[in-house]
């Protein structure tokens, strides 16, 4: 990026940026800001307790349901899913599901999966 090019990132700006190795990437729309002026980070939303884990079967197909508590402030959960309960880098990947409701379903695919849910304030796709 020329327009920073004498700009002093060590010690005095921080250039937010959307590429992975970048310090804090998307923070402030892509503009520098000082050291001290570092953006206050969201409150986070309690993390949902999951309330049953049922497996069935429906119109010959095995489904997995999930039913969790509510969390206060939450607008949207996201669900996560790997088949360890420690992925590398605890790294879950994308969401297999984003609801506003706090019950999520899928088909059994064989494999064992483990679940991890995010509360979030945002609005549901």
């Known amino acids: ?9 060590q010690e005095t700006w921080v250039q937010d940026s959307t590429f992975e190795n970048e ?3 998307g923070v402030n729309d892509g503009y520098p ?3 001290y002026q570092e953006p206050d980070e969201p409150d986070l939303l309690d993390t949902p307790e ?3 884990i049922v497996i069935r079967e429906e119109d010959e197909v095995d ?4 039913r969790w508590e509510e969390v206060d402030e939450a607008n949207s959960y996201k669900i996560f899913s790997a088949e360890s309960p ?3 880098d605890d790294d879950w990947g994308d969401p297999v599901g984003t609801t506003g409701q ?3 379903s899928q088909e059994v695919d064989g494999r ?3 679940f991890f849910i995010t509360a979030s304030p945002e609005e549901a796709p």
């Open 112 to 114: 064992s999966r483990y």
């Open 86 to 88: 420690s992925p590398e």
């Open 33 to 35: 800001y000082l050291f």
């Open 102 to 104: 706090t019950e999520f």
């Open 23 to 25: 310090v804090n990437p």
């Open 63 to 66: 489904m997995i349901y999930i």
């Open 1 to 9: 990026n020329e327009a920073f090019v004498r700009w002093d990132f």
């Open 50 to 52: 999951i309330v049953s």
